[in-house]
């Protein structure tokens, strides 16, 4: 499959074009206007410094559904001790960039470019970004951020600086989305942390079906 170069143009390529990994384009911009189409698409960006903007829909899509939550015996015991605070849009800045920061040990580097940062800080203050924050005592122990569209939510980024942190914040996520009708969360490609939490692997076909009934924007 070819990769699609984009122009100025708001406009990508069917998904089902995207090469065997999941790549189906390069090029154009940040713009809040870009982002929030690609993600209405079933498309999302990530690259690296030194790298043209790429835009990716894998198939299979890693999602959780509300209902399929898992929470382990330990993570259900840390929830009830209540040794984290969980908020919701407390502090997106505090989060990304903790996300951007955090040391992953199978990664070089981050994805989460100074560039990204500002596009997701400024869809954020126009209420399509959020964050959902975990804290102890009055330190910030851990966190994920993404987008919400309709009915889905699309899952970026996560990091934690104690254990279970970010777990805990996943979990009130996903129950607050449940209360509130949310279908689903994408959390785009596999990560044995998000299978642990009841995320699986659908056909992209079967992800585009659900964008399209439940987003708007």
Not at 110 to 115: F, N, P, Y
């Amino acid at each position: 499959m070819p990769v699609f170069k984009l122009s100025k143009k708001l406009l990508f390529p069917p998904p089902e074009l995207a090469d065997p990994d999941g790549l189906l384009a390069v090029g154009g911009d940040l713009s809040p206007e870009r982002i929030l189409l690609a993600y209405s698409e079933g498309v999302f960006p990530w690259y690296s410094d030194g790298s043209p903007i790429l835009w990716w829909s894998p198939d299979p899509r890693l999602v959780l559904f509300p209902d399929e939550l898992k929470i382990s015996r330990s993570l259900r015991q840390v929830i009830k001790k209540g040794l984290y605070r969980v908020t919701f849009d407390a502090a997106f800045e505090l989060v990304i960039n903790s996300c951007a920061s955090v040391e992953r040990g199978h990664e070089n580097g981050t994805w989460i470019t100074e560039d990204m940062i500002r596009a997701y800080v400024r869809l954020h203050k126009m209420g399509h970004a959020h964050s959902v924050e975990s804290w102890h005592g009055d330190e910030l122990a851990g966190g994920l951020y993404g987008i919400r569209l309709g009915n889905i939510f699309f899952g970026e980024s996560m990091f934690s600086k104690k254990s279970d942190a970010s777990k805990v914040a996943f979990a009130a996520l996903a129950a607050k989305l449940k209360e509130e009708g949310c279908r689903l969360i994408d959390c785009q490609v596999v990560t044995s942390h998000l299978v642990s939490l009841g995320a699986r692997e659908i056909a992209r076909q079967d992800f585009l079906e659900l964008l399209n009934k439940s987003i708007r924007i």
